[in-house]
């Protein structure tokens, strides 16, 4: 059985699309409505009282989250979260105008400090479907390995520290951003890789 999020996200989805295609005003404000509507259902079994899903153009689509990979050794870069205290992949939310190599590259770079190059894609996951905590929006990660070039650790305004850990003796990991199993996931793509083909 559907969850309640699952629902609602689905007729957010529904409205968001039949506001940017309807030609009829009548049919603009019933959508408007049901966008609405999908929001209550939300307030209904959630502590965030004022719930409402944002109003964007065009067709719903996953939002994307990259992650930066980065071995030395037999040790992984990972960073603490300004936000939670825990440790993570560098990355975040992907920028339009840019690649998922440029934008992996240029979130390790903004949260380590470190110079990389993007080399594989490891996995390409849905967060749900992957057992990550819920999240209003529908999420794709991915997860992309990268050589080490250069650079020193240091923070940012999302990390609080910058460190390399074996990949067997991994820190507390916040479980909203990768889990052990990506990271051991990348480490055995990472030992034998298949074809590279990335740009």
């Not at 719903?60 to 030395?72: G, L, M, N, S």
């Not at 479907?129 to 940012?156: M, V």
């Not at 991994?170 to 740009?199: C, K, M, S, Y």
Request: glycine share 8%; charged share 25%; net charge negative.
């Amino acid at each position: 059985m559907r969850t309640l999020l699952e629902i609602s996200r689905e007729l957010a989805a529904l409205a968001q699309a039949g506001s940017a295609y309807t030609k009829d005003p009548f049919d603009a404000e019933r959508f408007a409505r049901l966008r609405e509507i999908a929001g209550e259902l939300l307030q209904v079994s959630s502590p965030v009282a004022d719930f409402a899903w944002p109003a964007e153009l065009g067709y719903a689509t996953p939002k994307v989250d990259v992650r930066a990979v980065v071995f030395r050794g037999d040790e992984v870069l990972l960073v603490r979260e300004a936000s939670s205290g825990l440790w993570t992949l560098p990355g975040g939310w992907a920028d339009v105008n840019l690649s998922p190599a440029e934008n992996v590259e240029k979130e390790c770079r903004e949260e380590s400090g470190y110079e990389v190059k993007a080399r594989a894609i490891t996995a390409v996951l849905d967060r749900d479907r992957a057992g990550y905590p819920r999240n209003a929006h529908a999420i794709y990660k991915i997860f992309i390995l990268c050589d080490l070039l250069g650079g020193e650790a240091r923070t940012s305004i999302e990390s609080t520290a910058v460190a390399f850990f074996p990949v067997t003796d991994l820190p507390g990991l916040d479980p909203h951003r990768a889990t052990a199993g990506d990271i051991r996931q990348a480490w055995e793509f990472a030992q034998a890789p298949g074809p590279i083909v990335f740009n």
